[in-house]
């Protein structure tokens, strides 16, 4: 057996004070499986231990919630005796290294985190994030890293069955060396349909079930728990391999045994796979657990029982079952072809003990692997900022250039190269798909629908963790209130640089603080999520980028879109136009698409002022009073103007635009391209009825313009600033991808 | 009408198609497992989109060795009506129950999106409640979706009018636009597009139902096994 030194522990990412309090919590030395079984389960991927202390400010009730953070998936009540499911989870690190199988798997673990639950997936959301793909140095490998990821979700998602109803895609120098590719997971069941994974009841069945275990992604989870540096290109045998018709065939199988009655607890097997898997299941229900590894299906021979407890192979699950009932779950998963075995019983004494060739391996307390991991309060100072307060003086010599610059730039252009390689519509529930204000997918035999918003900004978030990461918040619940649908829930997605750095450290707590605060504010607790650290390339830390799920709900009817439906309307600004300083001008798109640049801070948000704009909007689309709908985001009033000018309709008809009158002192580029919150654009034919709501709210409303055939025509008092084709737009708009992904210059250097 | 709706383990529109049958055009609908060996008494069957068997090596190549897809065959030789959708017509070239071949898009990659199409022919099973030269807007999804057939197979396709729909843009590569196709029968059909993805108005789109309509209210000749 191999002896325990200090370089075998460093290898195993645990620091010398860890190793002590394996020590103490054993009595003993452990051996090397144990060593192992350790590393990964207080690795920071599995344990959060820089992040728990902070994670604890985060509200995580209200009466909707039935399942808070601690399982596999938050559960929310969406009435009618319907929960739905759900959880977002990054796979960053596996992505950088193999992009197509390092996103493919990260949607597989996902969804088996909802279906563990019993709920049947019904939908799932990406945010991912690049470098740039026209950078002349690095350009080429994101464009390969893009199109690896895009062509994994699409891979895994399609054949799975689960259609991608939205997301975002954003491209950035921060994210060069360390891509963030994060999905969201959404499934619908009963009440009485929830499974949890505990292993409860001495002497129940410890059942192994889905794909054999192979030797790959060995360390996955430490190995997520690490800076990159050159050596991880090697690091290639950690992603594992996806197999999503297995995955079909897990679903499947386990709902459909799941309806035995015979399943007492029921988890998946992700990070560090059988390890956590028994622990987790053991230490929430205080039981012990024993395997077998003999038992357990192999892919190859000679697997040590190191390397089986580490193993990371994709599509299995552990089920604990009620003893003398395995034989009506066997069935099920024969007639879907998949391998079920009993590998070991449910004890009393609370220990995880693995078995190898009638051997001990591992002796460990469940708790000590699940609960009593390390906790770390990091010091944490100022947050990393080395952007100016103030920018330059911003005077355009063209705006109108200004703007299709923006629209066929990464960020703004339409994603359609990437959602229209996602199934989006298969179990035909998604009433608004990908491109419109937010996911929206119908729940069948019900009244009810849900709806979903993904969103990140990683430049506000360097500017201001706190408020980048509230603004966050606000914009996403102002999706689902544009789409109708009132916000109910919360997942993240943390993810950030090496916590170990004071100034990385205190971005982390910052954020996590606005994101309390917000959730608290807009009653949208949070039942779960994800803490992806060490997001570092060569000492460079990436942008602090939490992204944030929230789900709503709404009456099932056919959705307002954010196009405006015909000329002749009334356009109104919901909200107002702001009241922006050049500071906040700083962090915009504007600034980093056309300018270059990034200062000053985030655009400042009256809560009070976003809750009321909310509920004005959210009532105005629920009673039809409003035409179309549009929140304004990234790109501000210009780009909200020209999309909702963007309409889908047939060919042959003329696109929709509008003739806007503004009465501003702002400077145009701040007019047009500010990114103030709290705004929503409409369009209506009895404006009086947006006007009346929005004066019972307080909320301002002003009328700015009609809409018309063919063109976009923005004006500030005498002032031109914007006129154009709408198509001459579309047309950039449209292919922004496409025109990237295929500049000549790029395609012909070598990287 | 009764419909079954073939389930392959990797079918996953199996149930969109059982829900537009059911649901949208309230008729019997019923799943038919891949092990089974007899269709039951149904009048029709739609083999649905999905992956059948995880199509690791060529979509359908293992569905055809199927005991349901035995049954197909002689349900289909006695003249039922069979209609593949997306891995359905799939699975019905790779059981040569229909002519050509479904290879990778030109482009290698997915493609889900709505496509206007044509209606080539209005004397089958599937599209007599459609008008020639109809056009249709219906969704496809799919990664091998482009048609292919030797050129003396798509002139006899055409020459026997046996071209179902044709995209008017091509979003696989598809030969001569063919997006269906019948068999010499007329009672076979495949199509890359889904017709049961746009049968719901509160999803914005119903061409679909011309299809499903013709389906449902054809002439049955089928004898029951």
Known sequence: MSKITPEVIAAHQLTQSEYDKVLRLLGREPSITELGIFSVMWSEHCSYKSSRIHLKKLPTESPRVLQGPGENAGIIDIGDGNAIAFKIESHNHPSFIEPFQGAATGVGGILRDIFTMGARPIAVMDSIRFGKLDDTKTGIRNQHILEGVVSGIAHYGNCFGVPTVGGECVFEESYDGNPLVNVFALGVFRHDEIFYGKASGVGNSVIYVGAKTGRDGIHGASMASAEFTEESKQKRPNVQVGDPFMEKLLLEACLEAMKTGAIVGIQDMGAAGLTSSTCEMGSRAGTGIEIELDKVPQREPGMTAYEMMLSESQERMLIVAQHGREEELYRVFQKWGLDAVQIGVVTADGMLRVKHHGAVMAEIPNRALADEAPRYDRPHTTPLRTAPLHGPEVRSKDLLADLKKLLASGDLGSKRWIYEQYDHQVRTNTVSGPGAEAAIVRIKGSKTSVAMSLDGNGRYCYLDPREGTKLIVAECCRNLSTAGALPIATTNNLNFGNPERPEIMAQLVESIEGLAEACRFFEVPVTGGNVSLYNETLGTPIFPTPVVGIVGTLETAPPVGIHFPKPGSTVILLGGLGKPTPDELGGTQYAKVVLDQLWGKPPSLDMDYEKRVQATIRELVRSRAVESAHDLGDGGLAIALAESSFGTGGSSQEAIGADIRLDSDLAPELLLFHEGPSRVLVSATDPEKVFALARQNNVEAVAIGVTLESRLVVRNRDVTLIDSRVDALNDLWADALEHLLQDPVLVNTNV | ?225
């Open chain 2, 1 to 225: 009408m009764k419909v079954g709706v073939v389930v392959f383990p990797g079918s996953n529109c199996d149930h969109d198609a059982w829900y537009a049958v059911s649901q949208s055009l309230h008729q019997k609908a019923e799943f038919i497992w891949h092990e089974s060996a007899s269709l039951g008494d149904v009048d029709a069957v739609i083999l649905p989109g999905g992956f059948s068997y995880g199509d690791y090596l060529r979509c359908g190549a293992i569905a055809k060795f199927s005991p349901v897809m035995q049954a197909v065959s002689k349900f289909a030789r006695e003249g039922g009506l069979v209609a593949g959708i997306c891995n359905g017509f799939q699975v019905l070239t790779e059981a040569g129950l229909l002519p050509g071949a479904l290879v990778r898009n030109e482009n290698l990659k997915f493609v889900c999106k709505r496509v206007p199409l044509e209606v080539v022919t209005t004397d089958s099973s599937f599209s007599h409640q459609a008008t020639k030269g109809q056009i249709l807007r219906l969704p496809v999804a799919h990664g091998e979706g482009c048609y292919i057939a030797d050129e003396r197979t798509l002139d006899q396709l055409e020459a026997e009018d046996r071209v179902l729909v044709r995209y008017l843009e091509n979003p696989n590569g598809s030969m001569r636009n063919i997006a269906g196709i019948l068999n010499e029968k007329r009672n076979v059909m495949g199509m890359m597009p889904h017709p049961e993805r746009a049968a719901d108005p509160l999803l914005g789109n119903t061409d679909g139902l011309t299809i499903l309509n013709s389906l449902i209210h054809a002439q049955v000749t089928a004898s029951k096994s």
